[in-house]
Nanobody
């Protein structure tokens, strides 16, 4: 089975920065994409960012130019660098991975990010 563990969440003031990390382990042979979703209580989980093995990235309009997703070649990890944080960014952030030829995503358990004074 594939396991993903997020880290780096916490409390940050509006306008501040925070970096999340995710490490995947288990039965992983070839990664297609890794990325992040987030969820606020009472709302649907929403897309944040993805990065392919080749380095192509995509971002939600709400985080574009403020967040940066990155990977290191040869490692099953993904980071999310967040800056200019605002209260609307408060959510549980979930990491996911999609492996080549496997028609499903694997998810971590999430890490809480709270943006507040």
């Amino acid at each position: 089975q594939v396991r993903l563990v997020e880290s780096g969440g916490g409390l940050v003031q509006p306008g501040g920065s925070l970096t999340l990390s995710c490490a995947a382990s288990g039965n992983i042979f070839s990664i297609d994409v890794m990325g992040w979703y987030r969820q606020v209580p009472g709302k649907q989980r929403e897309f944040v960012a993805t990065i392919s093995t080749g380095g192509s990235t995509n971002y939600a309009d709400s985080v574009k130019d403020r967040f940066s997703v990155s990977r290191e070649n040869g490692k099953a990890t993904v980071d999310l660098q967040m800056s200019s944080l605002k209260s609307d960014d408060t959510a549980v952030y979930y990491c996911y991975v999609i492996c080549r030829h496997v028609p499903r995503a694997y998810w971590g358990q999430g890490t809480q990010v709270t943006v507040s004074s």
